[in-house]
């Protein structure tokens, strides 16, 4: 079974521009989230997606955004781009989403905003 | 308070010797547990997961859980060079859906 993919492997953008992060989850897999991580913050909750919905949100502003596709592939936009939002970007797929379900992640999209 | 606590290191222990690692959590009723090990640009992959008190045993991983302490423990045996890396504590909320919050992490280094 092929694992989780994630598109682009590296990105570099400027302050102000927006990005869109593309994560194609493990066949069968409904549930899709997505993390942030920083050498200061660890790794940190965005957002979760379950059949085209999103059932929990992290703390991060507005500009970040996401959205799921019916073949559960799952996007997630970054508008206005800031320096602080250079991290790595790793998605997360899981069968259902429940607690205690396995989350395997993709090899993540390192953004770098200069 | 952070919601997932872990001493970000480095921890190091010998070749051969028990990796000790430690992480605290604050929601008392947290109820899913997972440690992941995380290699330098690599993303994370999953090594236990412990659900209910006491101690799970995986090959040289045994992973223990005192939900009155709210606390997780992982234990490696036999430490290899090839165990180097950083291990992150992960703790999934009560109340249904995955929300899975992540402690900063603790670097392990195996001294050969």
């Known amino acids: 079974k092929a694992g989780v993919t994630q598109t682009p492997r590296y990105l570099i953008k400027t302050r102000g521009q927006q990005v869109t992060l593309s994560c194609s989850p493990i066949s069968g897999h409904r549930s899709v989230s997505w993390y942030q991580q920083t050498p200061g913050q660890g790794l940190q909750f965005l957002f979760e997606?379950?059949?085209?919905?999103?059932?929990n949100k992290g703390n991060f502003p507005g500009r970040f955004s996401g959205r799921q596709f019916s073949n559960s592939r799952s996007e997630m936009n970054v508008s206005t781009l800031e320096l602080g939002d250079s991290a790595l970007y790793l998605c997360?797929?899981?069968?259902?989403?429940?607690?205690?379900?396995?989350?395997?992640f993709g090899p993540g999209t390192r953004l770098t905003v200069l | 308070q952070k919601e997932v606590e872990q001493n970000s290191g480095p921890l190091s222990v010998p070749e051969g010797a028990i990796a000790s690692l430690n992480c605290t959590y604050s929601?008392?009723?947290?109820?899913?547990f997972f440690w992941y090990r995380q290699y330098s640009g690599k993303s994370p992959e999953l090594i236990m997961s412990?659900?209910?008190?006491g101690d799970k045993e995986d090959g040289r991983f045994t992973a223990q859980l005192n939900k009155a302490s709210q606390y997780v423990s992982l234990l490696i045996r036999d430490s290899q060079p090839s165990d180097s890396a950083t291990y992150l504590c992960a703790v999934n909320r009560s109340g249904g859906y995955q929300k899975v919050t992540f402690g900063i992490g603790t670097k392990l280094q195996v001294i050969p």
């Open positions: 997360a797929s899981s069968s259902s989403g429940s607690k205690g379900d396995t989350q395997y």
């Open positions: 929601d008392r009723v947290s109820q899913s």
């Open positions: 997606y379950f059949s085209e919905t999103q059932r």
């Open positions: 412990i659900y209910s008190n």
